[in-house]
């Protein structure tokens, strides 16, 4: 009993000794090996602004109450991240990458283990070329910034990304970058020409000479290789005028519809991008609170509004669009039908739900997310249309939970004339559409979220007949835990389970890759790509 309590202090105080060294010694170790006062832009639990910069950093609040960061690191310059890396290698603190924070699994700003979370978003410049063509962005600017940057120079210049305004074109773009012009010109990945990237060293490393790493980051994920300091992008020609429009229809009654987009929507003209969302929602028509299934096409004809007309009495008489309805300014998001004529960047705005003529600067909101918006998701990719008892099946799943979407994006084009081992993004001719498949809920308790997140799972089991098989495929960036993660070893073999569902053949590469750039594995997370090794 009494060497037990000895023991117990014992260890007690060599755990307080172990956090303490880590703590001054991480401090210490920053003022060696930088010139300034680096740990000015150091925040630890203690300091006022550490909790509002995490608060921005978790898109998905899930995680809120757990796993702190031992400190937030949050450079104002390239070269305060060389120490960082340097330091929490020597401490033996894991490091994670945050951009604009929306990783699906949160791994950008938790972690099991003490870590750094190591925040970009201070990192922001854009060098726009146009003369070129080209633009530097460092990794902290999100995609929203980017746009607004590129539409203020030029009304014929734009860039293939993604949606919403918030998302850190660190992550989006060495994910892939799935977005509306990707028919036309490929993924966000597809269109980036060099990067500088800082390895476990703290060597900036060029996309010219480092022809494997700059192969990897294009979509095999970022944080397995090291720190993507910025990447140099081709901007794509936009004409002046582009349409965009929205049709909306309760799926009851108009399946068939949904199926002529799944049979034809890959293969429209490469300017024409209709994507196709299917939702629950609840009728509050004469007191009866029903529930029922919709869908709605959110689409972008990179043109005027005269050439897409005849091209939709072509295609898609059945949307009855006129143009007389892309000329009414107070149409709403929910409304049936709506259309508008209008610069790249009024497309841009109207993709994520704004009016078409909102201030551009509604790009630049850098707001706290909803406290009380938690969410999960996971994505297929879709070989053959989904047969009628497919189309049952999900309206039956859709109607038995809350706040459900499918998110479906119609590939081919330009995507399907790039070769499965381009880039690390594997997903090109052969498949239809991705479907990301989503669930949002309001009350982080235990058992509501273990509810929901069930509800997802038993949805994606029922769906794997109707989806590309062998492997089951899936979208990194709508990165997914359940597909499986690293174990203690971080096993090649174990994680070719999930690696090949996002990256198919491309896993191995990566792998080889990687132990040839992190051999040592500093940088890893339970879906980071291990070092190659055919013993396990
Ligand atoms: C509301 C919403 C809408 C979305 N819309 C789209 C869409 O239209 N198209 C699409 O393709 N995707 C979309 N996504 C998915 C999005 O692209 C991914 O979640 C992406 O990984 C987020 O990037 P981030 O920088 O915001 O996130 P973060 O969480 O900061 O980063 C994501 C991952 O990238 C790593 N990383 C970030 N920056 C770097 C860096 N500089 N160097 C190395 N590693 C880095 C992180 O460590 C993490 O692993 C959407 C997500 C949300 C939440
Ligand atoms: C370094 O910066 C911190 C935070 O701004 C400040 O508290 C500290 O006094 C500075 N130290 C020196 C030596 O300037
Ligand atoms: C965090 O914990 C507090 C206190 O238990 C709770 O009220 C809050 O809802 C939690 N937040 C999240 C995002 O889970
Ligand atoms: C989709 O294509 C298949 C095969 O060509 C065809 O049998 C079916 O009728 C089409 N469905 C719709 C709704 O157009
Ligand atoms: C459109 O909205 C504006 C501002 O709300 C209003 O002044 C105008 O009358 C509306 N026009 C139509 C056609 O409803
Ligand atoms: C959240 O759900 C739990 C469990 O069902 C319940 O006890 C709690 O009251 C709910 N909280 C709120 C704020 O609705």
Redesign the pocket.
């Known amino acids: 009993m009494r060497s037990f309590q000895i023991l117990s202090v014992l260890f007690f105080s060599l755990f307080l000794v172990n956090c303490y060294s880590k703590k001054e010694g991480f401090l210490q170790c920053l003022t060696k090996y930088s010139q300034k006062n680096v740990t000015k832009n150091i925040y630890s639990p203690n300091s006022p602004t550490y909790l509002s910069i995490l608060e921005y950093a978790q ?1 998905n609040p899930r995680w809120f109450n757990s796993s702190h960061p031992t400190f937030i690191a949050s450079p104002k310059k390239e070269s305060e991240i060389r120490p960082v890396i340097l330091c929490s290698k020597k401490i033996g603190l894991e490091i ?9 699994e949160g ?2 700003y938790r972690s099991e283990s003490p870590f750094v979370m190591l925040d ?1 978003s201070n990192l922001n410049k854009i060098k726009i070329n146009l003369k070129e063509g080209t633009v530097w962005v460092q ?1 902290g600017v999100t995609i929203g910034q980017l746009y607004y940057a590129i539409a203020k120079k030029s009304k014929v210049h734009g860039f293939p990304g ?3 305004f918030s ?2 074109t ?3 773009i ?6 509306a012009l990707m028919r036309k010109f490929g993924l966000a990945a597809d269109n980036v020409v060099d990067a500088r990237v800082m390895d476990v060293k703290g060597k900036i490393l060029d996309g010219e000479k480092n022809k494997d790493l700059f192969w990897a980051i294009r979509g095999g ?3 397995s290789f090291g ?2 300091l910025e990447w140099k992008l081709k901007l794509v020609r936009v004409p002046e005028k582009l349409t965009v429009f929205t049709i909306r229809r309760k799926l009851e009654g108009n399946r068939n519809l949904l199926q002529k987009w799944e049979n034809i929507s890959h293969q429209l003209p490469e300017d024409l991008f209709i994507r196709a969302v299917v939702q629950n929602r609840r009728s509050s028509e004469g007191n009866v609170n029903k529930k029922y299934v919709e869908f709605y096409f959110q689409a972008q004809y990179v043109g005027p509004v005269d050439e897409l007309i005849p091209l939709l009495k072509q295609y898609f008489p059945e949307f009855n669009l006129e143009r007389k309805d892309c000329y009414q300014e107070n149409t709403t998001a929910s409304a049936e039908k709506e259309c508008h004529e209008v610069p790249w960047i009024g497309s841009v705005l109207h993709l994520f739900f704004r009016k078409p003529n909102d201030s551009p600067k509604v790009l630049l909101e850098k707001r706290i997310p909803i406290r009380k918006n938690f969410n999960k998701g996971t994505s297929d990719f879709v070989k053959t249309p989904i047969p009628e008892s497919g189309w049952e099946m999900i309206e039956r799943l859709l109607l038995e939970e809350e706040r459900v979407q499918m998110i479906m994006e119609p590939l081919g084009g330009k995507l399907d004339k790039i070769s499965e081992s381009e880039i690390p993004f594997p997903h090109r001719k052969g498949n239809l559409y991705t479907i990301q498949y989503l669930v949002n809920w309001g009350n982080n308790s235990e058992s509501i979220s273990s509810q929901k997140i069930a509800w997802l799972r038993k949805f994606y089991k029922e769906m794997e007949p109707y989806v590309a098989k062998s492997p089951r495929t899936a979208y990194l ?2 990165r997914d835990f359940g597909l499986g993660t690293n174990e203690e070893d971080y096993s090649y073999s174990k994680a070719k389970i999930w690696g090949e569902k996002y990256f198919k053949g491309n896993f191995e590469r990566l792998a080889k890759v990687k132990r040839k750039v992190d051999p040592t594995n500093f940088f890893r997370s339970e879906q980071s790509v291990p070092p190659y090794h055919l013993s396990h």
Do not use: E, Q
Request: charged content about 10%; hydrophobic content about 30%.
């Open positions: 898109k994670t990458i945050k951009s604009g924070g929306h990783d699906y791994i950008s970009l990794t993604g949606v919403c998302v850190g660190g992550g989006m060495s994910g892939g970058g799935l977005g994920g970022g944080a720190v993507i960036n709508y």
